[in-house]
């Protein structure tokens, strides 16, 4: 593994023949990638490796929105570094955080979520088509948010349960329920630029205290989209919350909403993790149709 980031590097201009890796650790990285952190000189970073037939794709597009998140000029994200690969082998090298020790500055993170949202498009959706975990997550572009999240969101998550066998027929009948209320279910809001997939592993602070946000699902959505997923499994204070509606309030009723808005992280569970989130998508499902 030194060696095949060592050949990363130099390839990207961030070392020197001569120059050593020290200091390799396994880092945790998630369920997809292996990831490591490694010295080089005095610079600290991080990387995720794989080997998955499309991990060419994978990392370029994890690179890519990362960038689009680094442009906003709103949040701070891991400076990507190099995306290299060899064959099947693949790794994205980013600049290693340091995790903080004491202070946490949670209303500096409302506010830097609050600007992220208010980056805007014309149209919700995003010029590529992206991952969310280790599913292709689609972006085709529409004006109507209730029909992008009805069909780019929940319709396609259903398809790959169902062909998987993980949900029946019925199915069908209840979603199109929910499709025919989602107008007045969810308040009309511009698109605003997501993290995507904004749970606590997704983040951390550094020495400094300061935010970071990292694995990105990014797209321009419902901004509600990332709240709700951050109330989905906890793991964020409630000073961020207050600093968010100080700078961007949310319309009356966003709590109620959450559950709502969950319904695509809970059917994307399903399909990574299986049936034991078949109930709980379903019991949330049933409030709303």
């Given at each position: ?183 007045s279910l969810m308040p009309v809001e511009n698109p605003a630029l997501l993290h995507g997939d904004l749970w606590s592993g997704n983040y951390k602070f550094n020495e400094d205290g300061v935010p970071y946000v990292f694995d990105p699902s990014v797209y321009y959505g ?37 559950d709502l808005f969950n319904l695509y992280p809970l059917f994307v569970h399903v399909n990574l993790f299986g049936g034991s989130y078949v109930t709980r998508l379903k019991n949330v499902l049933n409030n709303y149709i």
């Amino acid at each position: 593994m030194m060696e095949f980031l060592h050949r990363a590097l130099v390839h990207a201009d961030l070392a020197m023949e001569n120059e050593k890796i020290t200091a390799l650790k396994t880092e945790y990285g998630g369920s997809i990638n292996d990831a490591f952190s490694f010295q080089l000189g005095e610079r600290r970073f991080f990387a995720k490796y794989n080997s998955r037939n499309d991990v060419k794709q994978f990392f370029s597009l994890e690179a890519k929105g990362l960038s689009l998140l680094e442009n906003s000029r709103s949040i701070n994200v891991p400076l990507v570094q190099c995306v290299y690969y060899e064959g099947q082998d693949g790794v994205l090298i980013m600049d290693y955080i340091e995790n903080g020790s004491s202070h946490e500055d949670w209303e500096l993170f409302g506010r830097n979520l609050a600007a992220l949202h208010a980056n805007s498009s014309n149209e919700f959706g995003l010029d590529h088509h992206n991952y969310i975990g280790s599913l292709e997550q689609k972006n085709t572009p529409s004006s109507d948010w209730t029909e992008y999240f009805a069909q780019e969101r929940l319709e396609v998550q259903y398809q790959y349960a169902r062909n998987s066998g993980l949900l029946g027929k019925e199915w069908r009948s209840w979603l199109d329920q929910l499709y025919s209320k989602l107008n007045s279910l969810m308040p009309v809001e511009n698109p605003a630029l997501l993290h995507g997939d904004l749970w606590s592993g997704n983040y951390k602070f550094n020495e400094d205290g300061v935010p970071y946000v990292f694995d990105p699902s990014v797209y321009y959505g419902h901004r509600e989209v990332d709240i709700a997923m951050m109330h989905l499994f906890g793991g964020f204070d409630k000073r961020l919350f207050s600093a968010y509606q100080e700078v961007k309030p949310l319309e009356n009723g966003w709590e109620e909403r959450i559950d709502l808005f969950n319904l695509y992280p809970l059917f994307v569970h399903v399909n990574l993790f299986g049936g034991s989130y078949v109930t709980r998508l379903k019991n949330v499902l049933n409030n709303y149709i």
